[in-house]
DNA sequence: GTTTTTGCAAATGATTTGCATGGAT
DNA sequence: ATCCATGCAAATCATTTGCAAAAAC
């Protein structure tokens, strides 16, 4: 994979910051943005192994740590605890299934203004809103409906 | 305390669904009934300590579970992956702080429609929607400054 | 050459589980 | 008498931390 643009910029602010550029960073930076799709820190570090063997699980955390601060990676916090860092930095939102944590992307535009507004009242800085809806998926329904039958 | 009306509901449910009212249950049903606001399930289990002592944690967690599959408690997840439970059952979002993990309530009021309609398309049988604004409270962002003056 | 980052191994901390006892029906 | 719930202790699992070696500046 060529260096791209967006490469440049991943630098650039690393080194305004007085941080190193390490191929650890740039394979982490390359594959979330190949993703657009959120992703447990596992699931990542499986993904940027194949380009950096031998990376470790807690420089994948700590990077995502760091993207997050930059802001080119949302963060969104399953049932279980488990993280997902989401690459997609456009306006969306998550639906999470209560059973199996399945997380989908969910299309709709609330008012933001709205929400960040009311947070700013709280004496917050906001950085983005979220919404989460919790729910039961349609895999989860189909088993629950079975269960219920067979009981 | 004297029972009220909520818990000749809440014991009603429990017969209906095959379980039983344990002094632990109504315990815990009582204490986040006059909560209203969100704790984790530690300090519930020290609110509820004092009313039923030597209540186990992990029974805290199990009647959590339960009154979340009634209805009767919502469940957010901070930061740092901690569950807190909110009796709170109208309408109100919340504010998490990166820096310290604090929850505040907000008060907005979002187009809920809107949001389930969106979830509903993706196959859920969405029970709610909350929103999650991510940003820094008052209190850590004058730490921040204090920081930020000092370096 | 100096400072940051990495990888490893171990620690942490919330939540869950297995199992025997006690309690509700 | 039956079956569910509790308490205890141990297990689990994602994430964080301490530290020495390696890499970036």
Redesign the interface.
């Given at each position: 994979m060529a260096p791209t643009s967006t490469d440049e910029l991943f630098c650039s602010t690393l080194r305004a910051r007085g941080q190193r550029v390490t191929p650890q960073r740039l394979a982490i930076a390359a594959v979330l943005r190949d993703l657009h799709h959120h992703a447990t820190a596992e699931e990542l570090h499986g993904l940027v192994s194949a380009r950096v063997p031998g990376i470790s699980l807690p420089t994948v955390y700590s990077t995502l740590e760091l993207l997050e601060d930059l802001g080119a990676v949302r963060?969104v916090?399953?049932?279980g605890?488990?993280?997902l860092f989401d690459a997609r930095t456009d306006e969306h939102?998550h639906?999470i299934?209560?059973r199996c944590g399945l997380v989908?992307?969910?299309?709709?535009?609330?008012?933001q203004s709205?929400?960040?507004?009311?947070?700013r009242?709280?004496?917050?800085?906001?950085?983005?809103?979220?919404?989460?809806?919790?729910?039961?998926?349609?895999a989860c329904?189909t088993v629950r409906e079975a269960e219920t039958a067979a009981a």
């Open positions: 963060r916090v399953n049932d605890g488990t993280a939102h639906a299934c209560r989908v992307d969910i299309e709709a535009t609330p008012d709205q929400l960040l507004d009311a947070a009242t709280a004496g917050f800085a906001p950085d983005d809103a979220q919404v989460v809806v919790r729910g039961v998926c349609a329904r």
